[in-house]
Structure formats: C-alpha cells, structure tokens
C-alpha cells in the first residue's frame, strides 16, 4: 500500500531557535481512502504571511479539528 501524505505548517523555522506549529495532516491512500485532520489548538498569530493568505482560508473546521 501506498499512503501520500501532506501537512501544513504555521511557518517553517529559518534556524533552530524559531518553532512552528502544526496546522493540518492530509493522508490518502492509493485504494482512495483518506484521513484529514486540522489542529483545533492551533495559534494564528503564529502563522506567517503565507499561511494566513493561502492556507488558513481553506481549512474547514468543525468535525475535522482535533
């Protein structure tokens, strides 16, 4: 079996000392079954420029945060 998997992130680190966090997980398997969650926890303000104009507007919320 093959699994494809995808993840977001609030930003990625430029060195060691910055941290980001996990925004969602997307896995899809190669007989079409998927799983995708979205981090209920997650803080915005940590999100970079990016995220908040292109990934935070996809996200659906509700049954699909954890």
Do not use: K
């Not at 998927?34 to 507007?57: I, K, S, W």
């Amino acid at each position: 079996m093959n699994l494809f998997f995808d993840c977001e992130f609030t930003s990625l680190p430029h060195d060691c000392q910055e941290s980001s966090a996990l925004v969602s997980i997307g896995i899809i398997a190669d007989d079409g079954r998927t799983f995708y969650v979205e981090n209920a926890d997650m803080q915005e303000e940590l999100c970079d420029g990016f995220v908040r104009h292109q990934v935070l507007p996809l996200l659906t919320s509700g049954d699909m945060c954890m």
